[in-house]
Nanobody, 125 residues
Framework: QVQLVESGGGLVQAGGSLRLSCAASGRTSSTYTMGWFRQAPGKEREFVAAIRWRGGNTVYADSVKGRFAISRDNAKNAGYLHMSTLKPEDTAVYYC??????????????????WGQGTQVTVSS
């Protein structure tokens, strides 16, 4: 079991920045990839970014490339999503997730084994 807890969400004006955190506990040594997804009202959950827990390989959705940066701190068992130049369309509940399968970071929600409870990000225009 891996437990994930997100924090750092909130209300920000367009053009602003936020940093989301994801604290991992439990069988973190089994985690190969940490991913971030988001879900806006009435929409499906969509991939945002992912990072290999060891090695640091990253992958991003086209919609956030150049604006968001994913990172992790293995010593703290924590992952981060640094969001800048935020847009109203970034408004969503953001979830972190853990994938226990070895390999390159995956972008489909079904590939992830554990999920956090989510944190709301609201970007006002």
């Amino acid at each position: 079991q891996v437990q994930l807890v997100e924090s750092g969400g909130g209300l920000v004006q367009a053009g602003g920045s936020l940093r989301l955190s994801c604290a991992a506990s439990g069988r973190t040594s089994s985690t190969y990839t940490m991913g971030w997804f988001r879900q806006a009202p009435g929409k499906e959950r969509e991939f945002v970014a992912a990072i290999r827990w060891r090695g640091g390989n990253t992958v991003y959705a086209d919609s956030v490339k150049g604006r968001f940066a994913i990172s992790r701190d293995n010593a703290k068992n924590a992952g981060y999503l640094h969001m800048s130049t935020l847009k109203p369309e970034d408004t969503a509940v953001y979830y972190c997730a853990a994938d226990l399968t070895p390999g390159s970071p995956r972008t489909t929600a079904g590939a992830y084994d554990y999920w956090g409870q989510g944190t709301q990000v609201t970007v006002s225009s």
